[in-house]
Structure formats: C-alpha cells, structure tokens
C-alpha cells in the first residue's frame, strides 16, 4: 500500500501580509495606496478578504504601533530582572527597548512622520490605541510606585501622572525621528535626562516632607 503524503501546509498570515505590504507601499512610493482595491491586488487578495483584518490605511497604521508596543512590553516583562526593578529602571527600561523596536522601523516611520507637525495636543488618529494601552502599562508603574513610595501620592496632580509619562514617550520619538547623532546618541541622553527630572518631580520633595510635617504640627496641637 501506497504511503500517504504527509506533507504540512503552514498557514498564511494575511495580517502580517497585509502590514508588510503596507510598510513596503510607503517605503517605495513615499505616499500611502490610492485605493484598497488596489492595494489587495497587488498582495493577490481580494479586496472583501482585506476586510476580514482591517477597515483601513488608518487601521494598519495603528496596528504598526500597536505591534511595536507589544513586542516592546513582551521583551521587558519576560526578563526576570525586570521585577527587581525601581519604577524609574523600568521606565528607562521600557524606553530603551522601544527605541530599538522603533529602529527596526525608522524608514517607514520617518516616510510618515518626519515632515509632520506633530503636536503634543494633536496627535495622528492612528496614535491613539498606543496611547491608550502605553497608559495602561504607565498606570501600573505608578501604581507600584505609590506603593513603594518611589512616587508621591498628590492631590489631582497624581490623577495626571500617567499624562506626563505619556508626553515623555510623545517628546522621545519627535526627538528621535530628528536624532542625527552616530547611534541615536543624543536620543539616549535626552531618555535619561527626562526619566531622570520626571521620576525627581513625581518623587517625595522637600516641599512633601514639608507640608507632612507642618500636617503632623497642626494636628498634634
């Protein structure tokens, strides 16, 4: 009898197609696709097949940063060092690895982004999923940091800590896509010297230690 062919058939990714097909449309033409009919032909797909994945230009666009963001926080998370961590290493941490991340996709991203006025107020639409869950990932952090006292706990000033991290990561990446400096050099030092006055400013102050004590006078009376 005759064997049976065995052979194992892998799966096509379309998303990941898709996404790569982007990222190539905008590295060689320098503009996004005119149309999504004709952007699935030139990937061979149908173009109600691209809609099982995404609903637009937009939609990749967003999911580029999503995926940079992912595999960001997946790296950091699965070191084992990591959670013997300061709050402040680990958001050096999390900036550093992202920058690399975004290394792998500098001349897509300035294709798109180095000409734009990108404003802290007024993002790309595509931006705003990455906010969303970069802030969730800030949350934990400043969670953690009230716990260890790392972050001072204020009145609606804290409410707003997870805002200033965000604007952190906002200024990193309008100061890389500039960065012309041999190994993004300047980008490393400006991570530091920003991570470094933001986690001084959220931290325990004179001014803190301060008022405690003058609470502490006032009630003790």
């Known amino acids: ?15 990941k197609v898709i996404i790569e097909g982007y990222k190539q449309e905008i590295l060689e033409t320098g503009v996004s696709p005119k149309s999504i009919f004709k952007f ?10 691209f809609y099982n994945y995404f609903t637009s230009f937009d939609a990749i ?22 959670k013997e961590y300061s709050v402040r ?18 001349s897509y ?7 734009t006025q990108m404003s802290l107020g007024k993002l ?14 800030a949350n934990e952090i400043i969670l953690e940091g009230k716990e260890t006292e790392e972050i001072a706990s204020r009145p609606i000033i804290s409410d707003r800590y997870d805002e200033a991290l965000w604007l952190q990561v906002w200024f990193v990446f309008k100061y890389w ?12 030092a400006a991570i530091e010297k920003s991570v470094n006055l933001a986690f001084d400013l959220m931290g325990k102050s004179a001014l803190d230690s301060f008022i405690d004590f003058a609470k502490f006078i006032y009630q003790t009376k």
């Open 109 to 115: 991203l300035m294709s798109i982004y180095s000409d």
């Open 40 to 49: 699935a032909k030139g990937l061979k797909m149908k173009e109600s097949d």
């Open 124 to 137: 790309p639409g595509e931006i705003k999923d990455f906010k969303e869950r970069f802030k969730d990932f």
């Open 89 to 106: 290493e680990k958001f050096l941490s999390f900036l550093f690895t992202w920058i690399e991340e975004l290394k792998n996709n500098r």
């Open 61 to 82: 666009k967003s999911a580029i940063w999503m995926d940079i963001l992912e595999t960001t926080l997946e790296a950091v998370e699965g070191q084992e060092v990591f």
């Open 177 to 188: 896509i500039d960065d012309r400096s041999p190994r993004f050099e300047k980008t490393d």
């Open 1 to 15: 009898m005759e064997a049976k062919s065995t052979k194992r058939t892998t799966k096509k990714d379309y998303r």
